[in-house]
């Protein structure tokens, strides 16, 4: 009897105060280490495809349109955006709200050209740990009502 309190102690011990408890929510995973970055490009039937560049880091979001803007490389796909000697990004980021600075007028952009700039922006600040709900402003060399627009990506909700 004698060896048995000391069990029957412990086991009441021990399990003072701690009880089970549900799942809980942990909030969002990490983004982890990136290989590279995704870029967004135009397939035959006009619709934006996601390509990977294999950069051995994700880069800011600069970098990536700066990618984005010297092409699809060996490739099936292509852009709608023209082409653009020594593209120089800048962008300002705040709550909510990416604005792009891009080295190129409207008409040198179809609409399909701008969701590919949108969606390369959104996808790096996403990667990065960024809000899927942030918006982007893209603005051109002359202005426009398009400058002002802020908008998100399509495949990216």
Same mark, same amino acid.
């Given at each position: ?7 029957? #102690? ?12 549900? &799942?809980?929510?942990?909030?969002? #995973?990490?983004?982890?280490? #990136? ?6 490009? &135009? ?24 990618? *984005?803007?010297?092409? =699809? ?10 082409? =653009? #000697? ?10 909510? *709200?990416?604005? *792009?600075?891009?080295? *190129?007028?409207?008409?040198? =952009? ?9 969606? $390369? ?16 402003? &893209?603005?051109? $060399?002359?202005? $426009? ?6 908008? $998100? ?5």
């Amino acid at each position: 009897m004698r060896r048995i309190w000391p069990v029957v #102690a412990v086991l009441v011990l021990g399990s003072c105060g701690v009880r089970p408890s549900g &799942v809980t929510d942990a909030g969002r #995973a990490p983004t982890g280490v #990136a290989h590279g970055v995704t870029l967004y490009f &135009v397939d035959a039937h006009e619709r934006l495809r996601p390509q990977f560049r294999r950069t051995y880091r994700l880069g800011t979001v600069p970098e990536a349109v700066s990618l *984005l803007l010297f092409g =699809v490389g060996d490739s099936d796909l292509h852009t709608e955006i023209a082409s =653009v #000697a020594g593209p120089r990004i800048l962008a300002t980021t705040g709550p909510g *709200l990416i604005q *792009l600075r891009v080295p *190129l007028a409207l008409r040198e =952009v179809t609409p399909l050209g701008i969701d590919q700039i949108v969606c $390369t922006a959104l996808g790096v600040h996403v990667q990065s740990g960024g809000s899927r709900r942030t918006r982007v402003q &893209v603005r051109f $060399t002359l202005s $426009t009502h398009e400058s002002e627009k802020r908008r $998100t990506c399509p495949l990216i909700r």
